[in-house]
């Protein structure tokens, strides 16, 4: 090993160090709290009683994954002196605001006197914050000693296959929140049968904005505080659990959205390891799930669960809508993508390496190397990676059939192919993407080893931000679909892109192999 990769080894396991500290002294009553007699520990998605665990009370055994080395990795601590839509403030902690809706009694104690009465008995009872942006105007928020009331929350039960629930309105699906649907134990006896939040800090830190149905601010506004006697638990989740809800759960570049949220929402709040998730929505399983299950520790619907389920600390991450990546398409993010390396040594608020640590997570994720910086070349030579768009059965109120971006797609595919067999210059190896027909491993595997990505503008392009840093991308774009998704996602990320707009939905095979024979030759071949 040279000095250069042991260099990056011992700072990258500083930064890791320095991560668990900061996470333990910020939730300092995270483990004080006085466990009930019957509680659970999480071992996956099943829980078992604490009388199969006789040690439960002085260890409890982690069920979570560890956060991967990534490359890109850049510190996530708080900073107050991220500016107002500079780039980390759009794609990294921005959220600088911090506001203590709850503390627990212990907290108290310290800043009063360990003498003072806070009104009731018991353990330090729970504690919610929130961190807010600026920039994004939305928030992340935490809790400790958290209740679930699934009975309380009205949906479909979520995670049917999509067979079985064929026509299910999308209104069934996603959850309408009755008052208690979460409680929050509290030990001051004045706090009891409150609302958590009152409109004016929904309104001030949870901003609807354009979002017709915004859950997570639904989800606050439905906790309520409750006293000790009545805070009574089937199950207890000990580990950081974050509650998502998601919307366009089937499209791909909305589930990026809401993958890049979960991930910096873990970060932000400084998790040790990466977190268990809760869906609470009503949504049936889809493909997606894979990749969902390979970024974070353990999956599960909140409507599987039978009974009240506590959480010693929970999570809840903004809306995909709220993201960057989705902001991004009605108002102007002057960033771009560069090596984490320069700026590390040189900040600057106009670039950002924060898309690359996050295709680096996917990647790593699925067990894929992340540690290389040129795209290996196969025997056959490079890839060029043709992403197609197919038909397929997507969720309940989806016919089969996808809309064409590209008539002639079929025909420009074979001529590519057909010309790459006589390209003298050196071999290439033209990947036929029929993403509908591959696992999300097997679609993240051929991403990562193009050299050029070719596609017609559509929900499969969201891939390349598990690209390679020297990935090409080439697109095919429509008259009628004219977006900017992908080619913001690539200069974010840093990446080469190249449009080919077209007139209608026709594309010329000949104008597309002489765009694609300029960028390899580019590349060298």
Partial sequence: MNKKKLKILLSLF???????????????DHFRHNFPKNHYITTGNRFSSS?????????????????????????WSQNPNVGWRSCEGYFGNGFTRKIDLLKTSQEIHRKFGENRDSGGGGGGGG??????SETLQSSICEGGVIRMNPEKILMSKGGEKLEKVIGR?????????????????????????KKLADENFLNKYLPEGAISKHTMRELIDSIRLVGANNFHCSEWIEEPSLLITRFEYANLFHTVTDWYSAYATSRVTGLPSRPHLVFVDGHCETQLEETWRALFSSLTYAKNFSGPVCFRHAILSPLGYE?????????????IGAPAHDL??????RKTARLSEFGEMIRAAFGFPVDRQNI????????????????YLAHPRHGGKVQSRLSNEQEVFDSIKSWSLNHTECKLNVINGLFAHMSMKEQVRAIQDASVIVGAHGAGLTHIVSAAPKAVILEIISSEYRRPHFALIAHWK???????????????????IDKLSSILKSLGC
């Fill in 344 to 349: 590390w040594q040189n900040p600057n608020d």
């Fill in 376 to 391: 290996p070349r196969t025997v056959t030579g490079p890839n060029v990676l043709f992403v197609r768009r197919e038909d």
């Fill in 51 to 75: 009388e199969n665990h006789p040690n439960l009370h002085s260890s409890v055994v982690s069920q979570s994954k560890p956060w991967p080395i990534l490359p890109s990795y850049l510190p």
């Fill in 494 to 512: 840093g990446l080469e892109y190249h449009p080919i707009d077209l007139e209608g939905s026709y594309a010329d095979p000949p104008v597309v």
């Fill in 127 to 132: 504690w919610f914050r929130c961190f807010f």
């Fill in 323 to 335: 993201t960057a990546l989705f902001k991004g398409l009605s108002e102007s993010i002057d960033c």
């Fill in 169 to 193: 309105g999308e209104e069934e699906e996603l959850p309408i929140f009755e008052n208690g649907a979460f409680e929050i134990e509290v030990n001051e006896r004045t706090k009891i049968g």
């Fill in 14 to 28: 500083a930064l890791n160090s320095i991560t668990l500290y900061l996470y333990f002294s910020s939730h300092p």
